[in-house]
């Protein structure tokens, strides 16, 4: 599902935990190996990794802790 709001696209994905989890690591594998470049971009991905963390836990555990 795609929306824009203010000329930003903006992409929704679903995912099962196991896609999370792929994510997770292709991010976190291109965080370990950042060549430089545009601090912007590794920001992005630093702030999409906890993201996904987060993400990660709620599938396993639940807002309220209980699996």
Same mark, same amino acid.
């Given at each position: 599902? %795609?929306? +824009?709001?203010?000329?930003? #696209?903006?992409?929704?994905?679903?995912?099962?935990?196991?896609?999370?989890? #792929?994510? #997770? &690591?292709?991010?976190?594998?291109?965080? &370990?190996?950042?060549? *430089?470049?545009?601090?912007?971009? +590794?920001?992005?991905?630093?702030?999409? +990794? %906890?993201?996904? +963390?987060?993400?990660?836990? &709620?599938?396993?555990? *639940?807002? %309220?802790? &209980?699996?």
């Amino acid at each position: 599902m %795609t929306t +824009q709001d203010n000329d930003d #696209l903006r992409i929704d994905l679903s995912l099962n935990p196991a896609g999370l989890r #792929l994510l #997770l &690591e292709a991010v976190s594998y291109r965080l &370990e190996r950042w060549p *430089g470049g545009e601090p912007e971009e +590794q920001k992005d991905l630093q702030n999409m +990794q %906890t993201l996904l +963390q987060a993400a990660i836990l &709620e599938a396993n555990f *639940g807002f %309220t802790g &209980e699996r």
